[in-house]
Structure formats: C-alpha cells, structure tokens
C-alpha cells in the first residue's frame, strides 16, 4: 500500500487523469525514495521477529508505531521432532510461512505439509507419516492440539540417518510489560515510565538514552533469544497527514521540473534525479523536517 494513492497526486498537481505519465513515474520514483530515506514500512503489517536479548529493560522493535503485540517471548521450546530413517545422501527438513518442507536426495518429498491443511502438530506428525521415503515425525510431550502456525521458521537442516530435527514452537509468554506504541519499545516492567505521560509528548523519542532503569528484571542477554508477534504501522486510514503532505510536495517539486524539462519530448527519464543530494538540498526545508521526524535512525 502506497503511502499516497495516484488520485491524491493527480488533486494536489490539479491535473486531469490523462496527463498521468510523468505524475505516475514520479510518484512511484518518491514512494521507493521516501522508504529508502527514512529506513522503514510504513504499511501496517503482521511481524513475526527474533530479538537479540542485551541485559536492558528496553527492547526497540524494528516497526512501529505498534497497532497490537500479539505474544512477547522470553524462549523457544521444541514441539516437534522430524527424522529419515534412511542411511544414505542427503535428507532435508525446513520450515517456512506456508508449512514443513521436506526433500530426499535432492527431489521435494510429495504431500501436503501445509499448516492450512495441517491445522495441529497431531495434524502435521500424521501427514509426514504417511508421506513414505523413511520420513517420521513425532510430536513431543502433550503438544498434539498445538496451532500448526506456532512453528518458526527454520532453514535446511539434515534428517538422514535417524538424525533429528526439532522444530519449536515461543514459549514463555510474558504477561507483564508496558508498550510505547508511537516509538515501537517495549519495556521489562509495567512500572517503567521514560518519560512523564502527562507533560512530555513521546512522539519520536526513539533514543532512551537517559532511562534510568529499575530492579525489576531485564530481557536476558542472549541470541534470537526473543520472539515477538506484532502488528505495526499506519492503517490506510490512520496516515499521518504530515507525511503525506511532505511527500505531495516532493512530488510536486520533482514534476515541475520534469515537466519544464519535458516540453517537445516523447520520453523522459528520472533516473539520477532524486537522489539523496537532491533531497538534502534540492527541496523545501518543511518536507525535510517532516520526513526526518519519522526516519528510523538504528540505536
């Protein structure tokens, strides 16, 4: 979803519809640059993301502003294990958004491993039992009626010869914290406050530098040893208006001189004309300012 639509251009450029070949290639040209500039989505969007642990009350998620956290969680637990009982070449298992992937000596092994079919790991163990070429699967502990989709992410990992696979499930849910939606942070403790509520805006205080924590625990220092299910960015609706302002008039600026540039032609080009020069220095202070309120700058 585009942070602006083609209909908002055409009204701001007040042009007709069939003028649309240079605002189109501009608008598209502006939308890439914007997101490039400012290092991050803006499109509300579903995230399934591991987090490195650092020792801190304070984790900075890469998106934001937060719509809805949907699990904090401080570990993984195996849930289900995959083997090949064969001895021989090679023997893959892998785990991606849609399902479990499965490949003997280098050919797919037939079946349906989906977690649309498979709604449970009871679901997916019977598929893969049934699916032949030594392949076996077993659900660990009581996790038979666990959701199939539970299952993270997982890259080629080798099953010959009775090796085990473990595929994981995030664990260890944590049911106290507190969220700073606009900046994307999700503080260890409900008590945490890095600013005051009531007097400051929070808006664009992505660097706590000055946060002085308490005696209430920390997110352990680890790897990926932090699992978030997350909603974040603007909803259609809820665009910030600034931002689109400042991308309108970007886009303005550009297309006037593409047109003046233009006139008597039957093709044009931008290549080379927005560039990070140009935006520093080619366009109205205001839109610079609105943009870099909302650039994502890694801390």
Request: with cysteine.
């Amino acid at each position: 979803m585009p942070i602006l639509s083609i209909d908002e251009v055409y009204d701001f450029l007040e042009i007709e519809e069939d003028e649309n070949a240079i605002a189109i290639a501009v608008h598209d040209a502006m939308e890439k640059f914007v997101l490039q500039y400012c290092n991050r989505s803006f499109e509300a969007t579903d995230y399934k993301e591991f987090y490195h642990g650092l020792g801190s009350q304070k984790l900075l998620l890469k998106n934001y502003p937060i719509i809805n956290i949907k699990g904090v969680y401080l570990s993984v637990l195996d849930a289900l294990k995959i083997y090949n009982t064969n001895k021989y070449t090679s023997a893959f298992v892998s785990v991606d958004s849609l399902g479990i992937n499965l490949e003997y000596n280098d050919v797919t092994t037939a079946g349906d491993f989906t977690f649309v079919t498979n709604t449970t790991l009871a679901a997916l163990e019977t598929a893969i039992n049934s699916a032949g070429n030594g392949w076996v699967a077993e659900v660990l502990s009581d996790y038979d009626s666990v959701i199939s989709t539970e299952l993270l992410e997982l890259f080629g990992q080798s099953a010959i010869n009775s090796t085990y696979v473990n595929l994981s499930i995030p664990y260890n849910n944590m049911s106290q914290y507190k969220c700073d939606k606009i900046n994307g942070i999700i503080y260890f403790s409900p008590s945490n406050t890095p600013y005051d509520e009531f007097t400051e805006s929070p808006l664009f205080r992505r660097d706590y530098s000055n946060f002085v924590e308490s005696n209430e625990g920390t997110f352990n220092t680890g790897f990926n040893n932090i699992f978030i299910k997350y909603r974040a960015g603007y909803e259609e609706s809820l665009f910030p208006e600034d931002l689109k302002l400042a991308v309108l008039l970007l886009i303005k600026e550009i297309y006037d001189r593409q047109q003046e540039s233009s006139v008597g032609m039957q093709s044009f080009n931008l290549s080379g004309v927005i560039s990070k020069t140009f935006l520093i220095k080619g366009i109205n202070s205001h839109s610079l300012e609105i943009l870099n309120r909302y650039k994502n700058i890694n801390i």
